[in-house]
């Protein structure tokens, strides 16, 4: 079955400090993947998506992913977190089934930023 | 810049009582898609719906509930006969079409059941 694995529940970071979340996903097709960010109360903002082509895919923010086809990964990056990234992240995949697409999101992790 | 909207942003509702919840998607957006989060949870697929139709239902998608578009603009979710364990936020999303395409995601409608 599709999934999405993010083993990180929460991360804590210092500010300026560099970023990775880790993501994994089991899909048997060419994955379409999808990093998005929730603020607290807030819906969900796409960060980045992967579709093909260059596996290094660059985002809004500062953010980027790169997909390794060979480890099942998308692990989101970031050189410098800033105190306004603290949110939750989610990972996702695309499943295309009858010319639709549902995406199927991780358990999400929580981004904690120190000063 | 185009945005996916949605209304109530919270809603309150007896146990039993029917809650329809609503969606603006963006205008030239083909499919239309209901998810939702149950509070500490990850966000979970409901229904796609495309050319006036269902493209596809998960699991939690049942009987009790239903989606529509009644106009040009409106995207519905209706729960029937609400339960406890629908509490959760819902969100609606709309991409383009082809697959690939961002989903683009409205705020959400908390929804709590009494």
């Known amino acids: 079955a599709q999934s999405v694995t993010q083993p990180d529940i929460h991360i804590t970071v210092s500010e300026g400090a560099s970023l990775e979340l880790r993501c994994n996903y089991s899909?048997?097709?060419?994955?379409?993947l999808f990093w998005y960010v929730q603020s607290p109360g807030q819906g969900l903002q796409l960060l980045l998506k992967?579709?093909?082509?260059?596996?290094l895919v660059q985002g809004i923010k500062g953010f980027e992913a790169e997909f390794k086809r060979s480890q099942s990964s998308f692990n989101l990056r970031k050189p410098s977190v800033h105190w306004s990234d603290a949110a939750e992240y989610f990972c996702?995949?695309?499943?295309?089934?009858?010319?639709?697409?549902?995406?199927?999101f991780g358990k999400g992790t929580k981004l904690t930023v120190n000063p | 810049e185009p945005e996916v909207t949605q209304t109530p942003s919270h809603q309150v509702t007896q146990m039993g009582q029917e809650v329809i919840l609503r969606c603006v998607p963006i205008?030239?957006?083909?499919?239309f898609y209901w998810y939702r989060q149950i509070l500490g949870q990850k966000v979970e697929f409901l229904v796609s719906?495309?050319?006036?139709?269902?493209?596809?239902k998960s699991e939690i998608f049942d009987d009790q509930f239903s989606v529509e578009r009644p106009d040009g603009s409106n995207f519905t979710l209706k729960i029937r006969s609400t339960k406890l364990e629908d509490s959760a936020m819902y969100f609606c999303?709309?991409?383009?079409?082809?697959?690939?395409?961002?989903?683009?995601f409205g705020p959400g409608t908390r929804l709590l059941v009494l």
């Open positions: 996702a995949v695309g499943i295309t089934q009858g010319g639709s697409e549902k995406l199927v």
């Open positions: 992967y579709f093909s082509g260059d596996t």
């Open positions: 719906f495309y050319n006036n139709e269902i493209s596809e």
């Open positions: 999303a709309s991409s383009p079409g082809q697959p690939g395409e961002t989903q683009y």
């Open positions: 899909y048997g097709a060419t994955p379409y």
């Open positions: 205008s030239n957006h083909l499919y």
